[in-house]
Every structure is written in C-alpha cells, then in structure tokens.
C-alpha cells in the first residue's frame, strides 16, 4: 500500500514539474515565434514598398494589385536624366544640356534579390496574399497618389494567433494589421517603424 501511495505521489510531482516546466517554455516560444514571424513580414512589406516605389517611378503612380506591379517591373524602364553643366555655378557660361537614358526596372529589381513572384504572399501564411490598395486621395488642396498594403496577424502567426497568447504580450492583437502606407494621406511609413 505505501508503495503505491509513493508511486501516485511521484506521477504527481512529474506531472507539477512538467506543468511548470510548460508554463515557462510557452511565453518564451511565443515570443520568439512572434519575433521571427513579423520580422520576415516587415521585410517582405519592406519589399513591396520598395517595389511600389520603383512602379511609381516608372508611371508616376501606385499600382493597385500585384499582377500589374510585377507586369511594369519586369517591362519598365527608369528615365535618368544627367545634366551637363552646372547651373548654379556663377562661374559657368556655357549651355546646360540635359541628356536622357533609360535603364530596365528588371535590372535593379534582380540587384536588390527581390523575387517578384513571390512579393505578394505572406510569410508564414500558406499562400495568403497581402491586401494591396490603390488610389488618389485630396490632401492639403492637392490631388496626391496613395496606397496602403498590409495583413492581419492572424495570417501569419500560426498556432500564436489564438487572443489567448495576449497574456504574454499586453500589445498583441492577432486581428490587428501590420502594414505601410496610408489611403488617406501621402504616407510610405510601416505601423512598426
């Protein structure tokens, strides 16, 4: 009879241990995950804000979806334009010129390691795109090109987006967005910057 009293009392203490132990290793994984997470996110928003401005460059507007975003990299051209002579200078008396060349968007696109089929998917989500949206908006009595891409935590976090695991972050919100740009004001900045 003691030895099975002692053995019941030794199932319970592993049994407290592994509970202890669980508590202890969830935030720490959690946070960690969370981390990695939104770290490939923003770089991958990082990317795409990137990439918007590229397209601006090239029409002087933000693209609305993605097909069309990949379409003008892979065929646009950037206008460059040297200027030869310097017009500030006091100095100088000659005629200033001014010489256009245009370079492929493709080229810069490959030096930056930017995969343009890729770009519109969420890390972490198994296909989930980003929500991009484009527009022209009234800002400061001017007519200014706008846009915002962005997805919600719960696409990406995993096993971490239950609102449970707000416990561990007082500040995480799985239905929360993290995104840059703004449709309603001129604005290229991230929510996590």
Same mark, same amino acid.
């Given at each position: 009879?003691?030895?099975?009293?002692?053995?019941?009392?030794?199932?319970?203490?592993?049994?407290?241990?592994?509970?202890?132990?669980?508590?202890?290793?969830?935030?720490?994984?959690?946070?960690?995950?969370?981390?990695?997470?939104?770290?490939?996110?923003?770089?991958?928003?990082?990317?795409?804000? #990137?990439?918007?401005?590229?397209?601006? !460059?090239?029409?002087?507007?933000?693209?609305? /979806?993605? &097909?069309? =975003?990949?379409? %003008?990299?892979?065929?646009?051209?950037?206008?460059?334009?040297?200027?030869?002579?310097?017009?500030?200078?006091?100095?100088?008396?000659?005629?200033?010129?001014?010489? #256009?060349?245009?370079?492929?968007?493709? !080229?810069?696109?490959?030096?930056?390691?930017? /995969?343009? &089929?890729? =770009?519109?998917? %969420?890390?972490?989500?198994?296909?989930?795109?980003?929500?991009?949206?484009?527009?022209?908006?009234?800002?400061?009595?001017?007519?200014?090109?706008?846009?915002?891409?962005?997805?919600?935590?719960?696409?990406?976090?995993?096993?971490?987006?239950?609102?449970?695991?707000?416990?561990?972050?007082?500040?995480?919100?799985?239905?929360?967005?993290?995104?840059?740009?703004?449709?309603?004001?001129?604005?290229?900045?991230?929510?996590?910057?």
């Amino acid at each position: 009879m003691r030895l099975v009293i002692n053995l019941i009392l030794a199932a319970i203490v592993v049994g407290l241990i592994w509970v202890l132990i669980s508590s202890i290793r969830e935030p720490i994984a959690f946070k960690a995950e969370k981390e990695k997470r939104e770290r490939a996110v923003i770089d991958r928003l990082m990317d795409i804000r #990137t990439a918007q401005e590229f397209y601006r !460059d090239i029409t002087g507007r933000f693209a609305p /979806n993605f &097909d069309t =975003l990949n379409q %003008v990299l892979r065929t646009g051209q950037f206008q460059i334009v040297s200027v030869i002579g310097d017009p500030d200078d006091p100095a100088f008396t000659g005629v200033i010129t001014y010489d #256009t060349t245009y370079q492929p968007a493709i !080229d810069t696109v490959r030096a930056l390691g930017m /995969n343009l &089929d890729s =770009l519109r998917f %969420v890390p972490f989500s198994g296909g989930v795109e980003f929500d991009i949206a484009a527009d022209t908006t009234s800002y400061q009595s001017t007519t200014v090109n706008v846009v915002e891409v962005g997805t919600q935590r719960s696409n990406f976090m995993g096993r971490f987006s239950d609102p449970r695991f707000k416990r561990y972050d007082q500040g995480y919100n799985p239905n929360s967005v993290i995104k840059f740009g703004n449709l309603n004001a001129p604005n290229l900045s991230g929510n996590w910057e």
